[in-house]
């Protein structure tokens, strides 16, 4: 396999006109050098460098987070790919045998097809191997041209070809296995007579064959893993490919994807078989599901475990672990720490954070649920909502098993209900109910008679009460039936 990987990501991508760096933008949960760097990372390679350029602190920092392994190269005047290459070999020390080349904006590599690239320039023995593929329309990519024999002839970029090389259908992936001391050698005899000015890599296969050295092609199984990404609209197009791509393997594997063009899911979750997902749904980070789970529609799963047999529907869930037979939405928002038990409950329009609800255990409407321990088998009543914020700083509220909260309650942290207690509806708990109270927290009602008729004589409201009154009057002077 490869001692030595060399990633090009020094470029500006000026036709994606945006600040960020054409290989930081995101597809599918990683960036387009992310996912070239996921691929090459299973060929357990020496080192692996990453040419850098255009804002390279910035593409620096993000290496470091995602792949600390990977050198950081600077080249600091990007001139042309070949000038890359050679900057990233003088960089690394006692570079030998087989080096993997790999432009950064190619997200759909598979690591098998390296693998196989590999092997076919380490079996033919070749100084250097190209990876290409045939396409309907090449565009802008470098043509393959082939000799009398169907060996590689040369590689002409689109802007140096003429009419007979553009009619060209096999195209150049960007991806190369080079024999490091023959490439070392051709790097040091580049020029820039073409149309750009630049150090081409790709003439170092010329330079090669001149020198009589072997050469090897070897032809992507699939197309749609050479393609490159240089504006929106490709990023958009490599998007739906790649989702085609993971829905395709993971329905393959068992599990249910009622419709996939609308179901995103990115390459780092894990959907046990049997598993159901619905329309509309994003799985994203490290989420799992296990066997099965309903999860869907409209739901957006963020680094969240999801139990077996549970459901979720049209919800959003943040670093949350759902329990088996739990049941999630419509319209709930679970938030970082939260953790669902057995047969748990978080249903319409309720929001949980950082707290755990035990087996059970029921929040079936309109409620915050803030910094909470809840036992088994409670029952949160509708509108409820844990204070848990004073301001300054959180506490924590601890709710036993088996208590009921009455509709309208407010508890305020810190605080605690024991086992079996319960509150009154409307109630404000700022103190700790025993096992078995019942905490009755709010002021009896008192009834300010004909309060609208001093406040608002004029109102509809007034004439709707002075009507009720009237209408009630008469009916107490009714005289009784007598049938």
């Not at 691929?39 to 920092?61: C, D």
């Not at 990115?266 to 490290?286: S, Y």
């Not at 869930?317 to 037979?325: F, N, S």
Request: hydrophobic share 45%; aromatic share 2%; glycine share 8%.
């Amino acid at each position: 396999m490869a001692r030595t990987v060399i990633i090009l990501a020094a470029g500006e991508g000026k036709r994606m006109k945006s600040q960020l760096p054409k290989v930081l933008h995101p597809l599918l949960g990683r960036s387009l050098v992310g996912h070239v760097l996921a691929a090459t990372e299973p060929l357990s390679a020496e080192r692996t460098a990453v040419v850098v350029g255009h804002k390279a602190e910035q593409v620096t920092e993000h290496l470091a987070a995602i792949a600390p392994q990977a050198r950081p190269v600077l080249q600091a005047d990007q001139r042309g790919t070949g000038h890359a290459v050679r900057t990233a070999l003088d960089a690394l020390e006692d570079v030998t045998g087989t080096v993997l080349v790999v432009n950064a904006d190619v997200p759909l590599l598979r690591t098998e097809t390296l693998s196989a690239l590999i092997e076919r320039h380490e079996e033919e023995a070749a100084a250097a191997t190209v990876l290409t593929a045939v396409v309907p329309e090449p565009g802008n990519l470098g043509r393959i041209v082939r000799d009398a024999q169907g060996g590689l002839a040369a590689i002409v970029e689109a802007r140096d070809a003429d009419a007979e090389q553009l009619a060209v259908r096999e195209i150049n992936a960007g991806v190369y296995a080079f024999e490091a001391d023959a490439l070392r050698d051709a790097l040091g005899k580049l020029t820039t007579h073409n149309a750009q000015g630049e150090e081409y890599l790709t003439d170092v296969f010329g330079l090669l064959l001149a020198a009589g050295r072997r050469l090897a092609v070897h032809t992507a199984p699939a197309v749609e893993e050479t393609l490159g990404c240089n504006d929106r609209a490709e990023l958009a197009r490599l998007g739906a490919l790649l989702r085609d791509r993971i829905n395709d393997a993971h329905m393959r594997a068992g599990v249910t994807i009622v419709d996939p063009a609308s179901t995103w899911i990115e390459p780092a979750v894990t959907i046990d078989p049997d598993a159901v997902i619905e329309p509309n749904t994003q799985l994203k980070g490290a989420t799992s599901v296990a066997t099965g789970a309903v999860v869907g529609p409209e739901v957006t799963l963020i680094d969240t475990v999801v139990g077996e047999r549970a459901e979720v529907v049209k919800a959003h869930a943040v670093l949350a672990e759902i329990g088996p037979q739990a049941k999630v939405g419509p319209y709930a928002y679970l938030r970082p720490g939260t953790t669902l038990g057995v047969k748990s409950k978080v249903g319409t329009f309720v929001e949980v954070k950082n707290s755990s609800l035990g087996e059970g255990t029921k929040v079936p409407h309109l409620s915050y649920v803030g910094d909470a321990t809840v036992g088994d088998f409670t029952n949160i009543g509708a509108a409820n909502v844990v204070a848990n914020y004073n301001w300054r700083s959180k506490s924590r509220t601890i709710i036993g098993s088996h208590v009921n909260t009455g509709s309208d309650s407010v508890l305020v942290a810190p605080v605690t209900l024991g086992d079996g207690a319960s509150t009154a509806a409307g109630s404000v708990v700022d103190t700790d109910v025993p096992p078995g109270a019942l905490a009755v927290a709010r002021e009896r009602q008192v009834n300010k008679e004909g309060w609208i008729f001093t406040r608002r004589p004029d109102s509809a409201a007034a004439q709707a009460a002075r009507a009720a009154l009237d209408a009630a009057g008469a009916a107490e002077e009714a005289p009784a039936d007598q049938g």
